[in-house]
């Protein structure tokens, strides 16, 4: 069964200090990986797609790296404001007609001051 | 220039009412999606539709009808609610089907 595991659940870090979250996935072939940022009360914002392993991006302090088997989003010197839950979701390569994304339950991420 | 706006934001009804959520568009992105965020599931796809009169079936489509007769707009009719569609309901667009921008959100409570 096609599946996404985000960890860990929660994740509290000093202002500046530097952490990954991980996003591991189960399918049988992957077109591609995706990370959104969802502020309570608001809908997912939209970070970075990644379609092969090796490939990475990056934007402020965040960067989003791909493996066979998992994608790390890792934060450099956090601030206060990039507390938020962090969602990745995958499109199997058999997404087929419902263009289904796979979405884990996310990482709630609080960066204390 | 809000980009994707959806209406109402908060909605109280009773099992059983017909209740429509509104989605409206600026980008004229030809993609069109409608989610409900539970806890323990994540986001599940309920309809997306490709360009106006396009619409399929997502992966909980059950008591949901959708309707595309322009493509700024993609509403969402519960035909007859009930308790199980309480939820929080995102409408998302995009030019292609990776990369979604989301709207605010539709918070659903079901009597």
């Known amino acids: 069964e096609d599946q996404v595991t985000q960890s860990p659940e929660a994740l509290r870090l000093q202002e500046g200090e530097s952490s990954s979250l991980n996003c591991s996935y189960t399918?049988?072939?992957?077109?591609?990986l995706f990370w959104y940022r969802q502020d309570p009360g608001k809908g997912p914002e939209f970070l970075f797609t990644l379609y092969s392993a090796g490939e990475e991006k990056e934007k402020e302090r965040l960067k989003a790296t791909l493996t066979k088997k998992e994608s790390f989003l890792h934060i450099t010197a956090p601030k206060p404001e990039d507390s938020a839950t962090y969602l990745c979701a995958v499109r199997p390569l058999n997404a087929g007609n419902n263009r289904k994304l796979i979405w884990g339950l996310g990482t709630s991420l609080a960066v204390n001051p | 220039d809000a980009g994707i706006t959806q209406s109402p934001r908060y909605k109280i009804t009773e099992t059983g009412r017909q209740v429509t959520l509104m989605c409206h568009q600026t980008w004229s992105h030809s993609y069109m999606f409608w989610y409900r965020q539970d806890l323990g599931h994540g986001l599940r796809l309920i309809y997306y539709s490709a360009a106006a009169d396009i619409t399929d079936k997502g992966e909980v489509p059950d008591g949901y009808v959708v309707s595309r007769s322009k493509t700024e707009n993609f509403p969402l009719t519960l035909e007859s609610a009930t308790r199980s569609q309480t939820s929080v309901y995102f409408c998302a667009t995009g030019a292609d089907t990776d990369t979604q921008y989301f709207g605010p959100g539709t918070r659903l409570t079901v009597l």
């Open positions: 399918v049988s072939g992957l077109r591609g």
